[in-house]
């Protein structure tokens, strides 16, 4: 009898210190800031009805403005758990591609768009989930998110002549990204993050994100300092590595330099009385990434106008090395307008 009450005991002592466990520490926003992060949330819910109720405190505990999430494996449950939330809203896509979400603040954000890109079948193999491009207002400033999940794996080296190749696919998928980017948000606020599955901080020769290193003009991972620093601050405990990433573009960079601007890997396990390995077991295998940002207003003289005749100035592969015109290639094409440009080199020379 006395061992039975003590079982009874027990189980009440687990249940309690469960369901009082709050993430009221964990908070990032502020009210004077965008505050947006990325998070892969492995095939939601992982564990089922303890992850809904664990996610389920810490989106509001974050108090992030938007979250780009990957990997929903069940929307249903992931818009009922939404739905039970107060003050916050998703966008998802229903069609062929899943799992690319963005959860963000009623009070904070006005949606003003959402749209997949590059959803053709011609597509499929350096992106096979369609980025999720979301057009939104911040304090009244227009900016654009673009959530993304690259293809995972591979053994770190670029194989140029393999299209198949995990790092050549991603390589690929750097290069649609910038490529969009530079074509259809020439002078835009733009922020691109998501689950990038490869590290920013590599050697030319083995970094798919060149198109966007090439030009540092034009981008700025956010998160670099985050990538170069020790790994318990990385993204991905498990192998460790850093492989969720923030890049921002030119129109946000002098805001980045901002005293106020913060850029953290969330480390929400040490806010749980598991620690890790609950989170692990439980949630994710990822960490949040977010950034703390104040956008400046822009006024309509501070617009670049680009000129309509552009002059090529370089060009080279998708590597970044300086080549001259080839037929039957894939070349990055550099104007003097600052714009860089993804042809494949089809006629005999080279041509505007």
Known sequence: ?????????LGIVICSCFSAQTFDNLSFGT?????????????????????????????????LDILAIQEIDDTTVFKGMIDELDSFDYILMDGWFGGLVYVYNTERIE?????????????????????????????G?????????????????????????????????????????SESLPN??????????????????????????NAPDEYMFADMELATGPSSGWSYPSWPSHIDHILITNELISDFWNTNTVVESLD???????GWNSY????????PVAMRITPSPVEINEILIHSETRKIIGIT???????????????LFRYNDGSVTKRFSSSASQIE
């Open 1 to 9: 009898m006395k061992k039975l009450i003590l079982i009874n005991l």
């Open 268 to 274: 929400i396990a040490t806010h749980m009385s598991g």
């Open 317 to 331: 592969d998708l590597l970044g090395r300086e080549c001259n015109y080839e037929p039957g290639k894939v070349l």
């Open 111 to 139: 949606i003003e768009d959402a749209f997949e890109i590059y959803t053709s079948s011609q597509y499929w193999s350096p992106l096979p989930r369609s980025p999720l491009v979301l057009k939104f207002k911040h304090l």
């Open 141 to 181: 400033e227009t900016i654009y998110a673009i959530n993304n999940h690259f293809k995972c794996c591979g053994d770190g080296y670029i194989d140029l002549s393999d299209n198949g190749d995990e790092e050549m696919r991603r390589l690929e998928a750097s290069t649609l990204i910038e490529n969009y980017i």
């Open 280 to 287: 692990d077991s439980n949630i994710s295998d990822h960490r």
């Open 31 to 63: 009210d004077e800031s965008l505050d947006i992060g990325t998070w892969n949330i492995e095939w939601f819910p992982k564990n089922g009805n303890t992850t809904v109720n664990y996610v389920k405190e810490i989106i509001p505990a974050l108090d």
């Open 188 to 213: 835009e606020r733009v922020i691109v993050l998501g689950d990038l599955n490869d590290l920013i901080a590599e050697p030319a020769s083995s970094n798919v994100f060149t198109p966007f290193l």
